[in-house]
């Protein structure tokens, strides 16, 4: 599965700190549970991805208006 390819799989995605100062990214869907820890700079270098892919999916046409949520 590539980052292009759409999948009909449903998932939930919670992220938080945890008690021992990491950053959490907690992935689940049916049959797996994926918890995946980051130093905090780890998690700010996720979040400046996310931003530049944010802008590159508005720039292409993407929209940024309040509209349907993308699959999870």
Known sequence: MGINRESDIAASLQIGPTDRGMVRIYVEGE???????????????IVEELL??????RAAGGGGGKGRKGRR
């Open 52 to 57: 530049a892919a944010i802008e590159a999916a």
């Open 31 to 45: 049959g797996i549970e994926l918890p995946l820890d980051f130093e905090p700079d780890e998690a700010a270098e």
